[in-house]
């Protein structure tokens, strides 16, 4: 059996400007990055404005296993399937990190014969965004120790500088350190955290902006320290959007590759969700949306995670309004959250799967459940959870476009525009705006996590306090939490109940849009595994990297 990069390396991808015309883009409306990848131009938007959207589809899954469930090869998969149907199609996923590329779960493009390409360069340094947003992040950072240096005219209190640093790889290490040591000449000491680049809150800007006005808009909103009397210090105070969004010139523009049947791709932007808001650009989606009939997406991680925060952030910012949900099953993720290995575990860990079906009904928006099959399923296994989905009326497929690549799909790509044609989606919001910060964090974690209750530590309730005081209490929750579980403890599988949510403390992400309530023993610095991938990677003297998955 061929490894993922053996099958993407057995594949001759198509120039890219047959990609474009193939999507439907004008050769002044993109550049080239290499042979197979290209930048794309804003313009798209303007020129194809009074088109129609698309069909919407957002696929997400259950809570999954430490190595995930095969969302990104089913988004993939898909839309291949739908091609294949006539349809034209087109479909986002996220930049992939280096972070968990060398870590744990290894790359991020898909798998077998639903990939996009080129897999090495974009699992590696791909056009540079992560190395832009990194760049723009730290400038910010710099721009505020270097205004505090000489003279800090604004009086911030060195005890409340809440801009950490980032880097695109995962360094325990880093997430409390202090900086400045050295005397006088070498800054003014104090602490820092350092955070993963999908944590940034650039990132999160850059994939929620809908032009450049918005995006230096959104930046000059950024708090990065407060003073002694709790005056926030934004990024427009320290007059750095400028350098900022110059720095992100590039990277706010859609990566146009293609799959390894030649269907066009965006590949854009990369959140993590149990940090951030965990889905691709809203440009790329906004423009996938004007050049194709049915446009996939996905959210990261569970219903849980990701489809809440596509469904109450994403679409409130994009003015979205999703026609249907493909919920991601594996075999291995039911028995994980049923506790063990065998045929009970996976019939106990149904469970977890009514409560994502059930997440995504309060949203009013069709759903399908796909069954990633993997080589050592059993067709008994697989008539177990066909039979669940069908005493809940919820149409299912199997697929395997690991193996079969669009082919595999047809089933799922069939039963869901039948599903999209015969329910029409009405699409809603969990929760008001306006109500009051915690009603509002309750809301999520009772209907969503089936938590029982929310506590919140002292320092939580003053961060409340804070935001009410300082205008942010209307803004959007994007809750940090494991995505290993409904709650916030790794450990509690399953749907578990009479279980609580303990917010740690609130972020404030006001150029983002969003308040980011720490819950459990979550991170914005991952650490890497005891055995961590990078170990299995190398290079030959021919370029050949092995490793990559």
Excluded at 530 to 538: F, L
């Amino acid at each position: 059996m061929k490894s993922d990069i053996e099958i993407a390396r057995s594949i001759k991808p198509k120039p890219i400007e047959e990609i474009a015309e193939k999507a439907g883009i004008k050769e002044d409306e993109f550049v080239c990055w290499g042979d197979y990848k290209a930048k794309v131009s804003l313009d798209i938007l303007k020129r194809t404005s009074s088109n129609k959207n698309g069909r919407l589809i957002l696929v997400t899954t259950i809570n999954p296993t430490p190595s995930g469930e095969g969302k990104t090869t089913i988004t993939i998969g898909l839309a291949q399937a739908l091609s294949r149907l006539g349809k034209k199609t087109m479909f986002a996923v996220r930049e992939p990190s280096l972070g968990p590329m060398m870590g744990m779960k290894g790359g991020a493009t898909g798998g077998g014969y639903s990939q996009v390409l080129p897999m090495e360069d974009i699992n590696l340094h791909f056009t540079g965004d992560m190395h832009a947003i990194t760049s723009a992040h730290n400038l910010l950072a710099s721009l505020l120790d270097n205004h505090i240096h000489h003279g800090d005219l604004f009086h911030i209190d060195p005890r409340y500088i809440v801009w950490p640093r980032v880097l695109d790889i995962s360094d325990r290490a880093l997430r409390n350190t202090v900086i400045g040591l050295g005397g006088p000449l070498d800054g003014v000491p104090h602490e820092v955290e350092f955070a993963i680049t999908p944590a940034s809150e650039i990132m999160a800007i850059l994939c929620l902006s809908k032009d450049l006005d918005d995006l230096k808009e959104r930046l000059s909103k950024v708090i990065v320290a407060y003073t002694y009397d709790n005056k926030p210090i934004t990024a427009g105070d320290l007059k750095a959007v400028g350098a900022m969004a110059v720095l992100l010139k590039d990277a706010f523009r859609p990566n146009l590759v293609q799959t390894v049947e030649g269907l066009p791709a965006f590949v854009h932007g990369g959140p993590f969700a149990n940090i951030a808001h965990g889905t691709n650009s809203l440009i790329a989606d906004m423009m996938g949306l004007k050049l194709a009939d049915y446009f996939v997406t996905e959210a990261g991680f569970g219903s849980d995670l990701g489809a809440e925060k596509f469904f109450d952030i994403v679409c409130r910012a994009g003015e979205l309004k999703p026609d249907a949900t493909v919920l991601v099953v594996s075999m291995r993720a039911l028995k994980r959250n049923g506790g063990g290995t065998d045929i009970n575990a996976l019939k106990k860990g149904l469970s977890n799967l009514e409560k994502h079906l059930e997440n995504i009904s309060f949203y009013n928006v069709p759903t399908i459940v796909a069954i990633n099959r993997f080589i050592d399923d059993t067709d008994e296994e697989i008539d177990i959870v066909e039979s669940f989905c069908n005493s809940k009326n919820v149409p299912v497929a199997v697929v395997d476009v690991w193996g079969k690549g669009g082919e595999g799909g047809i089933e799922l790509a069939g039963k869901l525009v039948d599903l999209m044609y015969n329910h029409k989606s009405n699409f809603d919001f969990l929760y008001d705006l306006n109500l009051p910060v915690k009603e509002k964090i309750e809301t999520i974690a009772k209907k969503i996590y089936g938590a029982e209750r929310v506590v919140y530590t002292v320092a939580a309730e003053k961060d409340i306090k804070l935001c009410e005081e300082i205008g942010l209490d209307k803004l959007p929750i994007c809750i940090a939490k494991t995505p290993y579980s409904l709650s916030d403890d790794p450990q509690l599988l399953g749907k578990p109940e009479g279980f609580k949510i303990t917010v740690r403390e609130i972020k404030f992400s006001a150029g983002a849009g969003f308040l980011v309530p720490m819950t459990g023993k979550i991170t914005t610095m991952p650490g890497l595994p005891a055995k961590p991938t990078s170990e299995m990677m190398d290079i030959d003297d021919k370029g050949n990297i092995t490793g990559l998955y």
